[in-house]
């Protein structure tokens, strides 16, 4: 059997939506939803890394700059005004206090293991691996640039993180041990309306960078193993969904369900929601257009 590749992203979108995963993973369609967050984040993560490899905010302004035009996000002008601050005060404000506890090991550093080689291949990349300066042990950090609402969203669940257990079962596999740590990494979007002001936050407020960590003892572990497992189950179904599109083609998807309770989430619809709700819905429209 040949497994299926998937990312912690697709885990998540598969439990918000088995279809909208399909449509995208199986079908390959966009889902023509706003992407300005998903492009800042992108940017932010390339004026990140390009500033701890080095050690010049000049290039990881550059690097965060050309991200956003590449990319041509709706409000790009504000990106070109608030990643760079953001940088500037993640710089000041985090980067000192990280470094003097973790030693930098590695950036966007890929993974892929096989919980089960026949299913399921499970792959991305780990933002941050770092070493604990006090014991010598592996930690991996993942980033996120986040509004305060969803940090504390994140922080209330940190000990049942899906996101964190990959990755320490991604350690475990690759390297033969746990990580002493795992954590999230927030530098918050500043919250005022004024753009200027919004910069003025974001490269002077310390409160904007935090570090949130989860020790990986025995219960997270066994959190982190329960989470693979499941993973395995879920990636079966992914599968049965995989054959079932390749040998009927998109209409399949009419067997695939909608979850209609996750159709508007953090104050946004999902692109495919009005054609679901409606009489014709994205795969039907490939149907008929065949």
């Given at each position: 059997m040949n497994p299926i590749e998937v990312s912690?992203?697709?885990f998540k979108s598969f439990t918000d939506c088995e279809r909208k995963?399909?449509?995208?993973?199986?079908?390959g369609l966009d889902a023509e939803e706003d992407k300005d967050n998903m492009i800042f984040g992108n940017a932010w993560h390339d004026g990140a890394e390009e500033f701890v490899k080095t050690g010049s905010m000049e290039k990881a302004h550059a690097a965060a700059i050309a991200?956003?035009?590449?990319?041509?996000?709706?409000?790009?002008?504000?990106?070109?005004?608030?990643?760079p601050a953001m940088l500037i005060?993640?710089?000041?404000?985090?980067?000192?206090?990280?470094?003097?506890?973790?030693?930098?090991?590695a950036l966007e550093e890929w993974f892929s293991v096989e919980p089960n080689p026949e299913i399921v291949r499970v792959r991305g990349y780990k933002d941050v691996v770092a070493r604990k300066r006090n014991t010598g042990k592996r930690c991996v950090f993942d980033y996120k640039t986040s509004s305060d609402a969803y940090m504390r969203d994140l922080i209330a669940t940190?000990?049942?993180?899906?996101?964190?257990?990959?990755?320490?079962t991604a350690e475990r596999r690759v390297t033969?041990?746990?990580?002493?740590?795992?954590?999230?990494?927030?530098?918050?979007?500043?919250?005022?309306?004024?753009?200027?002001?919004?910069?003025?936050?974001?490269?002077?407020?310390?409160?904007?960078?935090?570090?949130?960590?989860?020790?990986?003892?025995?219960?997270?572990a066994?959190?982190?193993?329960?989470?693979?497992?499941?993973?395995?189950?879920?990636?079966?179904?992914?599968?049965?969904?995989?054959?079932?599109?390749?040998?009927?083609?998109?209409?399949a998807l009419d067997y695939i369900p909608a979850n209609f309770n996750n159709c508007f989430q953090y104050g946004k619809f999902c692109g495919f929601s009005q054609g679901c709700h409606s009489a014709c819905p994205a795969h039907k429209k490939l149907v008929r257009a065949s």
């Open positions: 912690d992203s697709q995963w399909a449509y995208t993973k199986l079908l991200s956003i035009i590449k990319d041509k996000p709706g409000n790009i002008e504000y990106q070109k005004l608030i990643v005060g993640w710089a000041t404000h985090w980067i000192p206090g990280f470094c003097r506890d973790y030693e930098f090991v940190l000990k049942s993180n899906n996101q964190l257990a990959r990755y320490a033969g041990e746990w990580p002493e740590e795992v954590g999230l990494v927030f530098a918050c979007k500043p919250k005022a309306k004024d753009p200027m002001v919004a910069a003025e936050n974001a490269r002077c407020d310390p409160g904007m960078y935090r570090t949130i960590i989860q020790q990986v003892t025995p219960e997270f066994s959190f982190a193993l329960a989470v693979e497992a499941n993973d395995v189950l879920v990636a079966q179904r992914m599968l049965a969904y995989r054959d079932m599109v390749r040998q009927h083609g998109p209409i």
